[in-house]
């Protein structure tokens, strides 16, 4: 498989941190980026399967040939663990399986073969498996009370690709050098094949907590909260730490709150010094309305502005009257970013503009 794809992982961190802060095009931009990264893995996986899955069929062919019947079972089922519908390796796998043992299965009501493939053999993804074998053409022949003959082949699939030693060593490794989200996916395998192994469960409900707490380091404290909830109940009560770190949460939006609007306020006042009353208008308007004196604030430039709106509409209509169009025009727009819902000053605006047009049409 393709190794070289970057991890799309940095873009959704980015995009999700962009979309809180309300940068949106910078957010689409990082969730794009990613969703090309993902399809390029989706991609080199894809080929990855494929040619894993013809790899093994094609040792399976060479196995069966030559009469290794036990190495020809297990590349056959090799083959399906990568590709699961591949009808070559299951028609080979028919030759191939002289099975010690047989499982006698009794269909139960709505029965699928991926509630067989569980009960048979723990992995409902074996559906495939118990498809070919019953010999049934679909589901809809699974009656209640038929009895199936399948194979028992978990076992050895099961040794084929999981190997304790093997996997337990590298979970320790990275355990010890604290890098859980390596961690976590090898103990979970363990703990999916063994499910008693109190290593492994240790290790994973450890993983969730040193990852919650590197997430609490960074403020990121809903993903924290969310990886403390993962938590099994029965390892640790993560409740008062939950409660703690909602707090603190809370405590740092207050104080991320008021210097936002610290901000803004201070913002707006130093516009209405310079006389700039729109900016001033907008910077006012991005404070909390029970900040200090911020509602007096606006309606005293509202009453202001409605007053220069009011102006510059009559340089306006000085000029239309002395037939200067273009000077009226752009009193009246003056006089609209002043009071935007002034529709009387938008009316006269197009009026002069198509009075403008018919005099250039004559001319």
């Known amino acids: 498989?393709?190794?070289?794809?970057?991890?799309?992982?940095?873009?959704?961190?980015?995009?999700?941190?962009?979309?809180?802060n309300n940068e949106l095009q910078?957010?689409?931009?990082?969730?794009?980026?990613a969703e090309a990264l993902m399809n390029e893995r989706i991609r080199a996986l894809t080929e990855h399967i494929g040619n894993?899955?013809?790899?093994?069929?094609?040792?399976?062919?060479?196995?069966?040939?030559?009469?290794l019947i036990d190495q020809a079972r297990l590349e056959f089922l090799t083959t399906l663990r990568y590709e699961s519908d591949h009808?070559?390796?299951?028609?080979?796998?028919?030759?191939?399986?002289?099975?010690?043992?047989?499982?006698?299965?009794?269909?139960?009501?709505?029965?699928?073969?991926?509630?067989?493939?569980?009960?048979?053999?723990?992995?409902?993804?074996?559906?495939?498996?118990?498809?070919?074998?019953s010999g049934l053409e679909s589901e809809k022949d699974l009656v209640e009370g038929l009895v199936l003959?399948?194979?028992?082949?978990?076992?050895?699939?099961?040794?084929?690709?999981?190997?304790?030693?093997?996997?337990?060593?590298?979970?320790?490794?990275?355990?010890?050098?604290?890098?859980?989200?390596?961690?976590?996916p090898i103990a979970e395998n363990i703990v999916k094949h063994m499910p008693d192994n109190r290593e492994a469960v240790f290790m994973i409900n450890s993983s969730y907590d040193g990852l919650a707490e590197a997430l609490f380091k960074k403020q990121k404290y809903n993903d924290a909260i969310d990886m403390l909830k993962m938590i099994d109940p029965k390892f640790r009560n993560v409740k008062p730490r939950i409660m703690e770190i909602q707090g603190i949460q809370?405590?740092?939006?207050?104080?991320?709150?008021?210097?936002?609007?610290?901000?803004?306020?201070?913002?707006?006042?130093?516009?209405f010094k310079k006389e700039m009353?729109?900016?001033?208008?907008?910077?006012?308007?991005?404070?909390?309305?029970?900040?200090?004196?911020?509602?007096?604030?606006?309606?005293?430039?509202?009453?202001?502005?409605?007053n220069e709106s009011e102006i510059h509409y009559r340089k306006g209509v000085k000029h239309f009257l002395n037939e200067?169009?273009?000077?009226?025009?752009?009193?009246?727009?003056?006089?609209?970013?002043?009071?935007?819902?002034?529709?009387?000053?938008?009316?006269?605006?197009?009026?002069?503009?198509q009075l403008l047009k018919k005099i250039d049409e004559i001319k």
């Not at 010690?100 to 495939?128: H, L, P």
């Not at 082949?153 to 304790?164: A, I």
């Not at 273009?326 to 009246?332: H, T, V």
């Open 52 to 67: 894993n899955a013809e790899k093994h069929f094609q040792r399976g062919l060479t196995c069966l040939n030559d009469g």
């Open 87 to 133: 009808s070559d390796a299951l028609k080979c796998l028919r030759k191939a399986v002289n099975p010690k043992r047989t499982i006698e299965y009794t269909v139960k009501k709505d029965d699928s073969f991926k509630t067989i493939a569980n009960q048979v053999y723990k992995n409902n993804n074996q559906n495939i498996l118990v498809a070919f074998f």
């Open 277 to 306: 009353y729109i900016e001033s208008l907008k910077a006012f308007e991005y404070v909390d309305s029970g900040y200090a004196d911020v509602v007096d604030k606006i309606a005293e430039l509202n009453a202001i502005m409605k």
């Open 250 to 271: 809370a405590r740092h939006m207050a104080t991320d709150t008021e210097n936002k609007n610290a901000a803004h306020y201070r913002d707006g006042r130093d516009f």
């Open 1 to 20: 498989m393709d190794s070289s794809v970057p991890s799309l992982i940095p873009y959704q961190l980015k995009a999700i941190d962009y979309e809180k």
């Open 26 to 33: 910078l957010a689409l931009t990082n969730w794009r980026i």
């Open 324 to 353: 200067k169009l273009d000077e009226a025009i752009l009193e009246w727009e003056k006089a609209l970013a002043f009071d935007p819902e002034n529709l009387k000053v938008q009316k006269d605006i197009d009026n002069a503009k």
């Open 149 to 184: 003959s399948l194979p028992v082949l978990e076992v050895e699939f099961t040794k084929r690709f999981f190997n304790y030693h093997k996997e337990m060593a590298l979970a320790r490794k990275y355990f010890k050098d604290k890098d859980f989200i390596r961690v976590l």
